[in-house]
């Protein structure tokens, strides 16, 4: 019973009574054969908010009811709504991740008592386990922007470098993307690499701090647009307007700073394709017992610059 109330409590702290379309039946228990739940990152990053409507809309049109949570980047927390998930008899989980270590058992046990997984924009360690991983291509989306930051630094000057969550695998291979180009070119000089947790106050705050001992500062390269709006507010703040941003995410308010100038660059991640694509591959699943398609799949991102800009609309091309 106090199981039961914790998780009952977590699901109306995180999201309110809105946060899923109700069946017929009303309240947050939906029935499970047409039940899809949707567990993300936290919605203040845009990113985040866009894959879980996005998964959410396609779900409707496809039938399903849908339960639309959020971990909050929290392991534990995540294990608590995959037992929601489980204890609704949920017909498919989409997952964007808390860890690509710590999510591997909690999704073997949702496998375990019946409940597929497809995950999104995260993978995890380990393989067989969910039967979708649908990812953007990071190192090549990493490669795509540190080519567009070498030229735009004109092959050398001072740079620092942001990187997200340690313990999420895509800010690993965006840093290894970004420094397998940067490390051609001897006159371009990381003078810092600090994580900031992909949050945009963590970023704004330390690239403050960065400043304070180093002003000589050409670049920075940032592995989400979050922490590209922070460091961009803080050098707008220090006066240095003419220090190149480049971003990843390719996230609406990113998007308008390249219009503005006020940020060079961004590498688009398709998070609008990635999540519908997810909830076709559940259907499909749900329905066939297959979805005819490898696990793990690799979608290429797309460079944004004050040339391209107007093509992109809500992660994703017009």
Same mark, same amino acid.
């Given at each position: 019973?106090?199981? !039961?109330?914790?998780?009952?409590?977590?699901?109306?702290?995180?999201?309110?009574?809105?946060?899923?379309?109700?069946?017929?039946?009303?309240?947050?228990?939906?029935?499970?054969?047409?039940?899809?739940?949707?567990?993300?990152?936290?919605?203040?990053?845009?990113?985040?908010?866009?894959?879980?409507?996005?998964?959410?809309?396609?779900?409707?049109?496809?039938?399903?009811?849908?339960?639309?949570?959020?971990?909050?980047?929290?392991?534990?927390?995540?294990?608590?709504?995959?037992?929601?998930?489980?204890?609704?008899?949920?017909?498919?989980?989409?997952?964007?991740?808390?860890?690509?270590?710590?999510?591997?058992?909690?999704?073997?046990?949702?496998?375990?008592?019946?409940?597929?997984?497809?995950?999104?924009?995260?993978?995890?360690?380990?393989?067989?386990?969910?039967?979708?991983?649908?990812? @953007?291509?990071?190192?090549?989306?990493?490669? !795509?922007?540190?080519?567009?930051?070498?030229?735009?630094?004109?092959?050398?000057?001072?740079?620092?470098?942001?990187?997200?969550?340690?313990?999420?695998?895509?800010?690993?291979?965006?840093?290894?993307?970004?420094?397998?180009?940067?490390?051609?070119?001897?006159?371009?000089?990381?003078?810092?690499?600090?994580?900031?947790?992909?949050?945009?106050?963590?970023?704004?705050?330390?690239?403050?701090?960065?400043?304070?001992?180093?002003?000589?500062?050409?670049?920075?390269?940032?592995?989400?647009?979050?922490?590209?709006?922070?460091?961009?507010?803080?050098?707008?703040?220090?006066?240095?307007?003419?220090?190149?941003?480049?971003?990843?995410?390719? @996230?609406?308010?990113?998007?308008?700073?390249?219009?503005?100038?006020?940020?060079?660059?961004?590498?688009?991640?398709?998070?609008?394709?990635?999540?519908?694509?997810?909830?076709?591959?559940?259907?499909?699943?749900?329905?066939?017992? @297959?979805?005819?398609?490898?696990?793990?799949?690799?979608?290429?991102?797309?460079?944004?610059?004050?040339?391209?800009?107007?093509?992109?609309?809500?992660?994703?091309?017009?």
């Amino acid at each position: 019973m106090k199981r !039961l109330i914790i998780l009952m409590m977590t699901i109306i702290a995180t999201h309110g009574v809105g946060a899923c379309n109700k069946s017929k039946g009303g309240g947050a228990r939906q029935e499970g054969h047409k039940l899809i739940v949707i567990i993300t990152p936290p919605h203040d990053n845009p990113f985040f908010k866009a894959e879980a409507e996005t998964a959410a809309a396609k779900a409707k049109v496809l039938g399903y009811d849908t339960l639309v949570l959020s971990h909050e980047d929290d392991a534990n927390r995540q294990d608590q709504l995959v037992d929601t998930a489980i204890g609704n008899r949920a017909r498919a989980i989409i997952l964007d991740n808390a860890g690509a270590d710590a999510t591997v058992a909690t999704v073997r046990r949702a496998r375990e008592a019946g409940v597929p997984s497809f995950l999104m924009d995260r993978e995890i360690n380990g393989t067989g386990i969910a039967v979708a991983q649908i990812i @953007s291509n990071n190192y090549q989306g990493a490669t !795509l922007g540190a080519q567009e930051f070498v030229r735009l630094m004109g092959e050398r000057g001072n740079y620092v470098e942001f990187l997200g969550k340690e313990s999420d695998t895509n800010a690993v291979i965006r840093t290894k993307g970004f420094n397998d180009v940067l490390s051609k070119y001897p006159e371009m000089k990381c003078i810092a690499r600090v994580s900031a947790n992909w949050s945009q106050t963590e970023a704004f705050q330390k690239m403050e701090t960065i400043l304070q001992a180093n002003r000589s500062i050409d670049g920075v390269i940032a592995g989400n647009d979050t922490m590209a709006l922070g460091v961009a507010a803080a050098l707008k703040g220090a006066g240095l307007k003419k220090t190149i941003v480049v971003g990843f995410d390719g @996230s609406p308010d990113v998007i308008a700073a390249v219009k503005a100038g006020e940020i060079r660059a961004t590498v688009l991640q398709p998070a609008s394709r990635i999540a519908s694509m997810a909830v076709e591959q559940a259907d499909t699943y749900i329905r066939r017992g @297959s979805t005819g398609l490898p696990e793990k799949q690799l979608i290429d991102c797309l460079l944004v610059t004050p040339e391209n800009a107007d093509k992109f609309g809500l992660f994703e091309l017009k």
